[in-house]
């Protein structure tokens, strides 16, 4: 991978940011309500200073200097007050973001440790009773919303079986070894429900990728110059089969914030998904940006490493 | 595929005979539908599918119970010969709510289908048939679009329109319209991508090609000689499109930024139900089981039409 595929890939990640902000501001303007609209009913607020405050704030700037203003308080941090916590929605933002990056990454993590070796079996074996009944697992699988089974899993789980708990507390009294394991006994819940999910759709991509490479000619060659079935498959398919499936990953981000938001709020873990949800049912505007925005950036930011990942485990993608 | 040759170089030698080496000249449709029967759990999910379906149109007749009479003496109760669904903390049937959730939920899913396939296809189109550069900025803009996060946009954009839209066009027809548009705005781009790739491979193909020295104009070309040859993978991912609909309002609805209570929507019904789960599993059991029969057969269904479109495919 030369540095200039690097540099080119990062180039090209500013415009679609730029693209996404412009987005982002357009539906921001675009909505009814004015920031100030409680300050212009109230009567003891004379006209002469709502119109000062209006100006000081920059309230009657042309759009795109209102959108080249906002962008670059964006790009500093400068995100703005939290009405509802009393706190910087940055450092607010910054404090969830870790349980949720924690969360993410260990459903993504486990969505990838299912999907692939039964994605590969299953392809090894096509139309075999296995592949059958991976693939309706699969159905089922992403068939079934989030939502869903993750009342599904409390109502057996907690209620019946009384072995988890449900609510997610961010401050557990144990220490050492204790805390550990209750940690893992609150976590264990949201991140099978997302990572199943995640995992069900992933399956068929690994699956179609391996079939896709296993009929090429190379395989023939290599399995004709009398190389095992098992190291054919794992040191000449799966190797280059996987590659497309690290897109798929990063292509499917935006989709995982989704089940992100809804097993935080299922569960009650402290991310930016449940902060997301009660920021807007308590009309805080600010964080709701500030929480949109995160998630724009992470999924660039993750097309991003897919991309350069991609440029890395594929040499061929660097000369085109 | 069947091929059925003219016989019109010999036309002018012989009368015209039917050949029994050729096979009998099979419709489309007809050549379709026998791939797709192949598929049996596809079939069987068309005949799930088709019985829910009914079920939630002609259901209100069928079952006569109002959705929103309230009975305190039949609060939180479990499925019954009153109530084969049970009842909901205020006592209202669930049977019939989840009948008139039904047409919502299929309601939202079948319009924000429609939408997503009207703006795929377009854009698709005409990225597909354009200059290069305008081709290259369609698909900037499908690119981003793409890497929008979906679910945070939606509710954002819910967040702040819904008051303006329920003053526009009245609580319900409001939040339906804002739902379906939204729903279907944000997810046109797997289709234009789609289209797009058909059009590239189909506008070189020989028949086109033909058309266009005969002097057909572009937008006839467009019409009639490439779109319908581009339509099926947009059949097929519309289908899986309807399931993907109905999880999004479903979501929307569960997180309380869907549908107002007084309009039970599957999702709504399932957010009702969450807060009560030791109480009355069958709440939430019904609401959850309807979206989930439903997504899973409607995926299903796709599947079988990927089978029965998609001519790559040898059965």
């Not at chain 1, 939502?147 to 708990?165: E, K, N």
Request: glycine share 8%.
């Amino acid at each position: 991978m030369s540095l200039s595929y690097v540099v080119r890939r990062l180039l090209l990640a500013i415009p679609s940011l730029l693209g996404i902000s412009v987005v982002l501001f357009t539906v921001l303007a675009l909505a009814p309500g004015d920031p100030f609209g409680e300050l212009m009913t109230n009567p003891n607020v004379p006209a002469s200073v709502q119109l000062a405050l209006r100006a000081q704030f920059g309230l009657d700037d042309p759009v795109y200097i209102r959108y080249f203003h906002w962008l670059f308080s964006m790009l500093h941090g400068d995100w703005g007050f939290s009405f509802a916590s009393r706190m910087d929605v940055a450092t607010l933002i910054m404090q969830r973001l870790v349980v949720t990056l924690a969360v993410l990454g260990s459903a993504q993590l486990l969505a990838v440790l299912v999907a692939i070796p039964i994605g590969i079996l299953a392809a090894a074996k096509p139309y075999s009773l296995f592949d059958q009944v991976a693939n309706t697992f699969a159905f089922i699988g992403f068939s079934l919303p989030t939502f869903f089974t993750g009342l599904l899993a409390i109502l057996l789980f907690s209620i019946t079986l009384d072995w988890l708990p449900f609510v997610f507390q961010s401050n557990l009294s144990q220490t050492g070894l204790a805390w550990w394991w209750a940690e893992f006994k609150q976590t264990i819940m949201p991140i099978c429900v997302l990572g199943l999910f995640q995992g069900a759709a992933l399956v068929r991509y690994v699956r179609s990728s391996v079939l896709d490479v296993i009929r090429l000619d190379y395989v023939t060659t290599a399995r004709s110059k009398g190389i095992g079935e098992r190291k054919v498959l794992m040191r000449h398919v799966v190797r280059n089969a996987l590659i497309p499936v690290v897109t798929i990953v990063a292509l499917q981000l935006p989709i995982v914030f989704g089940g992100a938001i809804v097993t935080e709020q299922i569960f009650r873990v402290p991310g930016i998904g449940s902060l997301l949800i009660s920021s807007i049912l308590t009309n805080d505007t600010p964080v709701v940006m500030g929480v949109t925005f995160v998630f724009a950036a992470l999924v660039i930011i993750f097309n991003l490493i897919a991309d350069l990942l991609y440029g890395l485990l594929d040499p061929r993608i660097t000369y085109r | 595929m069947a091929s059925s040759t003219p016989a019109s170089l010999t036309a002018d030698a012989a009368p015209v005979l039917p050949a029994p080496v050729l096979a009998p000249h099979v419709s489309p449709t007809r050549e379709a539908w026998r791939r797709f029967r192949r598929h049996k759990l596809a079939v069987f999910s068309l005949v799930v599918l088709t019985l829910i379906a009914i079920g939630v149109v002609f259901g209100p007749w069928l079952w006569p119970v109002s959705i929103s009479d309230i009975d305190f003496s039949a609060m939180l109760q479990g499925p019954s010969w009153a109530h084969p669904f049970g009842t909901d903390d205020l006592g209202q049937d669930l049977l019939a709510r989840i009948i008139y959730g039904g047409r919502i939920s299929l309601g939202v899913g079948l319009a924000a289908m429609f939408v997503a396939v009207f703006v795929g296809v377009t854009i698709g189109a005409i990225s597909g048939m354009a200059s290069a550069r305008v081709d290259a900025a369609l698909m900037w803009l499908t690119d981003m679009f793409l890497a929008l996060p979906q679910l945070p946009l939606l509710l954002l954009i819910i967040y702040l329109f819904r008051d303006q839209l329920k003053m526009l066009l009245g609580a319900q027809g409001g939040v339906f319209v804002m739902i379906v548009v939204v729903i279907g705005g944000l997810r046109w781009m797997p289709l234009t991508r789609l289209v797009r790739a058909q059009f590239l491979s189909l506008r070189e193909k020989e028949f086109v090609e033909a058309a266009r020295a005969l002097g057909a104009s572009r937008m006839r070309l467009m019409m009639r000689h490439i779109l319908p040859n581009a339509l099926g993978p947009v059949i097929v991912a519309g289908s899986i499109e309807v399931a993907n609909a109905i999880i999004a309002e479903s979501t929307l609805s569960f997180l309380g930024l869907g549908f107002p209570p007084d309009i039970p929507s599957w999702g709504r019904i399932l957010f009702d139900a969450k807060d009560q789960l030791d109480n009355a599993p069958h709440w939430a059991l019904f609401s959850g089981s309807a979206i989930f029969l439903t997504v899973l057969t409607i995926n299903y269904i796709g599947d079988g039409l990927r089978d029965a479109l998609d001519p790559r495919r040898v059965l």
